[in-house]
């Protein structure tokens, strides 16, 4: 493995273990996450490793393949967590948050690699995150559950990386189980693995990474997240997952204006959708859960307002060519859509969606084929 002599060459030893986390694909439930509410992930068999050594003295040096394998080194006793700049917030981030929780975490030397491409909306920095809390973990002897460390790298990417996401990448990627997705309630962050059973009915699903950085507008998540939790203060709820359809369509309507009204219409519509999501894939399998999908794309774009002309036309170019349903997945503003496709026409949607970008213009997307895959694990 590249990585273990990547790490001997920079840090003079071998490390002492690798640890493996996924990225993950939101099959469907997009913003509601910080609105307490359901959303269906899996974790993809794509992966983020991280090789760590302990040190004998407090220093922390991480390094990562996609930043030129430079290490950034601090000190921990003195490290400010508001100081941290870079993508390097994320992994020490974790180390930072779990000493601010009173555990003991030694120096390191830790080299990081990833398949996850990273900015796509398939959460390379969860499974940044979750490789080196996993690390960590063990190398420190912390003995912390999943869940525990769901909540310490959301709390990194957070406080640290100044990235305010809900709980659902880390959840997916710590908690996912191979051929299932996650059912998420994002208030008790209970976890129900529901199975897919997409190889048996014959069923793929595409990512359309359409590689429009989603970065750009980096204050466009955070203006939706404050414009939910103010819609919920004027309706006087906890959090948008308490609003009932019958109070969206009754007094929500009176109360909010016409844009905080759709957020909240995109919220409690797509909750609704992730639960009926669920029961048909028991009830019916996955090749009954594609109009859902197309539907949450169509409330993200107008009601949310989150999708980009690069999203709208991979899925309309997605289900123009077979696919059962598609939808933008991830926070939006660009990154990735997937689509639910069948086997034999897995070409035909990803040739359709390429010559469609072609044809506007816009950069050449990525297509590829993902599979739910299992949780974080270590790997060597
Ligand atoms: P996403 O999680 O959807 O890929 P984000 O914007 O949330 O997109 O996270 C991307 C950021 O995470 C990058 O800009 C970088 O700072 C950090 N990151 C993720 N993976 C890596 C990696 N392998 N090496 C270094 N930094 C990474
Ligand atoms: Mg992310």
């Known amino acids: 493995m590249e990585l273990l002599t990547r790490f001997a060459q920079r840090f003079g030893a071998e490390p002492e273990g690798v640890w493996a986390a996924p990225g993950r694909v939101n099959l469907i439930g997009e913003h509601t996450d910080y609105n307490e509410g359901f959303a269906l992930p899996f974790a993809i068999d794509r992966h983020t490793r991280a090789a760590a050594r302990r040190r004998t003295d407090d220093t922390v040096r991480v390094a990562s393949s996609a930043a ?11 490290a400010d967590p508001e100081k941290i700049e870079g993508w390097a ?11 601010g929780l009173g555990h003991r975490v030694p120096g390191l030397d830790i080299m990081v690699e990833s398949e996850v491409p990273v900015g796509a909306g398939l959460s390379s920095s969860a499974a940044l995150c979750c490789s080196v809390a996993l690390a960590v973990n063990e190398l420190a002897g912390l003995g912390l559950s999943p869940q525990a460390l769901v909540e310490i790298t959301r709390q990194a990417e957070n406080q640290v990386a100044g990235a305010p996401t809900g709980p659902l990448d880390q959840s997916a990627s710590l908690l996912g189980v191979r051929d299932a997705a996650v059912l998420l309630d994002c208030r008790t962050l209970a976890a129900e693995p529901l199975p897919l059973g997409l190889d048996a009915a014959g069923l793929t699903i595409l990512v359309l990474d359409t590689r429009a950085e989603h970065a750009h507008c980096d204050g466009g998540y955070a203006a939706r997240r404050a414009g939910c939790e103010q819609a919920a203060r004027t309706l006087g709820v906890p959090a948008l997952r308490d609003l009932t359809e019958d109070e969206l369509t009754g007094r929500a309507r009176h109360l909010l204006d016409p844009r905080s009204y759709r957020l909240v219409r995109h919220v409690v519509t797509e909750n609704a959708r992730v639960l009926e999501t669920a029961a048909l894939l028991e009830s019916s399998g ?11 794309h169509a409330s993200l774009r107008d009601d949310f307002q989150v999708s980009c002309a690069e999203l709208d036309a991979a899925v309309e170019a997605a289900l123009g060519a077979g696919a059962l349903g598609a939808r933008m997945t991830g926070g939006g503003f660009g990154g990735s859509a997937i689509a639910l496709v069948p086997v034999p026409a897995a070409e035909a949607v990803a040739e359709a969606v390429t010559a469609r970008f072609a044809v506007e213009g816009f950069a050449e997307p990525s297509v590829f084929a993902v599979r739910a895959d299992e949780a974080a694990h270590r790997l060597l």
């Open 89 to 99: 917030a994320y992994p020490l981030g974790v180390l930072l948050v779990l000493r």
């Open 68 to 78: 030129g394998f430079a290490p950034v080194e601090i000190a921990l006793d003195e």
């Open 286 to 296: 996955p090749g009954a859960i594609g109009p859902l999908l197309t539907a949450s």
